[in-house]
């Protein structure tokens, strides 16, 4: 499975960045799509997930200024990050909760290289 992030970049503080994600390889279906990150010096975290029907969660930092959002049968899933603040500064990363052709389960197994987010005070 790959998962491929990005749209991170350098934003004020305020202001606002859209990430994307994509899943591919031999899936059969999705079960949920999440977006975590990860601070310099500091574990990473969850900070949204997306789960098939539509149900949502989040972090308690960032509920009321980040939406997920997606087409889980299209393996797609995105993040609107609004009124960010320096505190989320962090590499941001996508996953999945997944089953394979294979009838394999991948829960969250790997992590690709994520998209860095950088906001400035």
């Known amino acids: 499975v790959q998962l491929q992030a990005s749209g991170g970049g350098l934003v004020q503080s305020g202001g606002s960045l859209r990430l994307s994600c994509e899943a591919s390889g031999k899936i059969f279906s999705v079960n949920a799509m999440a977006w975590y990150r990860q601070a310099p010096g500091k574990q990473r975290e969850l900070v949204a997930v997306?789960?098939?029907?539509?149900?949502?969660n989040y972090a308690d930092a960032v509920k009321g200024r980040f939406t997920i959002s997606g087409d889980i049968d299209k393996n797609t899933v995105y993040l609107q990050m609004t009124n960010l603040e320096p505190d989320d500064t962090a590499v941001y990363y996508c996953n999945a909760d997944l089953w394979l052709v294979s009838g394999i389960r991948y829960q969250y197994d790997t992590w690709g290289p994520g998209t860095l987010v950088t906001v400035s005070s």
């Open positions: 997306l789960i098939r029907g539509d149900k949502t």
